[in-house]
């Protein structure tokens, strides 16, 4: 019998063939990660971002040649201006960020100018410079008022932050929100926020991340401390919510509807306990040491997202479970550890990502 049930959603490339994209954060993690898929795609890619954060890093492992790489900073509105008339873009994907929320204790101010009125720049200069038409705004899943009573939260339940990064990030929602309404509508350029879960996936070298700590420590013979082994996030691999950016820009430059705020996660959420064990097992070897009372600063101890809405409009479903995306995140850093070339990782999963 025919197979009636619908793949999930692939990016098109015969959409983004000579596209040209204005992707800010190219140098992180996922903007590295978009920006090697964007360049398969056939893309136009003008990158603009602070230097790479970390040694090593992503963005200079792939050696990303076939983008236009500009070292800027997006709170300095006058520069983003500039950047936007050399690039023309017709699509903007803007990732750029201070992305983690244990660093926020220790600069709340600096992120707070960076996440906010760094958006807010890249959205006036997209008021300002003819020919953009789309534009994906990425914040986070922890823009909702987080009650931890286990409840998933639409797009729709009450934005807040109790700390500085997820109040920054909620706090961009409503100026992507204001921009639309007040000038970006009418000009219909067609602007969407995208909330993602927690990422993982090979190539992050970020302070305070579980699974490159992880892999970090056990390549060198070190015990892996941690901190909040019973915390609940809903993991996805990168490729997944990179994939859904894609896909919601090109509705988006269909249907002037699709402008809103969208949830892309997986289907459930799961503990740090459990997503380390399970990196512990794909790993092969290294100790392992669960803290027994929460360190650090305040985070959440408990958030899930509500995905129907990317489902049943976008067509967005995640392809790997949760114990295929540690087992291949695992791979990646052993496997790169063991002196292969990043490009050749990250295409792998790639291509076997569009497979599945």
């Not at 894609?246 to 949830?263: I, V």
Request: hydrophobic letters at 45%; aromatic letters at 8%.
């Amino acid at each position: 019998m025919e197979n009636l049930v619908a793949r999930p959603r692939l990016p098109d490339p015969a959409f983004w063939r000579g596209k040209r994209v204005l992707l800010t954060g190219h140098t992180g993690f996922k903007g590295a990660w978009l920006a090697h898929w964007l360049s398969a795609l056939g893309a136009q890619v003008h990158g603009l971002a602070l230097a790479p954060a970390t040694t090593p890093n992503l963005f200079e492992a792939l050696s990303l040649s076939d983008i236009k790489h500009q070292l800027a900073d997006i709170r300095d509105a006058e520069t983003v201006k500039r950047s936007f008339q050399q690039a023309q873009p017709e699509i903007v994907l803007h990732l750029a960020a201070q992305a983690l929320v244990r660093p926020a204790y220790q600069t709340p101010l600096a992120t707070l100018s960076s996440n906010v009125m760094g958006t807010a720049h890249v959205l006036d200069a997209m008021r300002l410079t003819p020919g953009v038409r789309v534009g994906v705004m990425v914040t986070t899943d922890k823009v909702y008022k987080n009650l931890e009573t286990g409840q998933s939260y639409p797009e729709t339940a009450e934005l807040g932050g109790h700390d500085p990064y997820s109040a920054s990030k909620a706090a961009c929602e409503l100026v992507i929100a204001s921009y639309r309404s007040a000038f970006l509508q009418e000009m219909d350029i067609r602007v969407a926020s995208a909330r993602a879960g927690n990422v993982i996936g090979g190539g992050d070298w970020s302070q305070d991340r579980l699974l490159p700590d992880a892999a970090k420590a056990w390549q060198l013979g070190q015990e892996v401390l941690i901190r909040r082994p019973d915390a609940v996030r809903p993991w996805q691999h990168v490729l997944e919510p990179l994939c859904a950016y894609l896909c919601l820009a090109e509705s988006l430059w269909a249907d002037a509807r699709f402008a809103d705020a969208w949830n892309f996660g997986p289907d459930s959420a799961a503990s740090v306990r459990e997503v380390v064990q399970t990196a512990h097992a794909a790993f092969g070897r290294g100790d392992l040491r669960f803290a027994t009372q929460p360190e650090g600063p305040h985070e959440a101890g408990l958030l899930a997202l509500d995905v129907a809405k990317a489902r049943a409009e976008l067509n967005i479903y995640g392809r790997w479970q949760l114990d295929e995306s540690v087992q291949r995140t695992m791979a990646w850093y052993q496997q790169f550890y063991q002196g292969v070339p990043a490009a050749q990782l990250c295409d792998r999963d790639l291509q076997d990502f569009l497979q599945a």
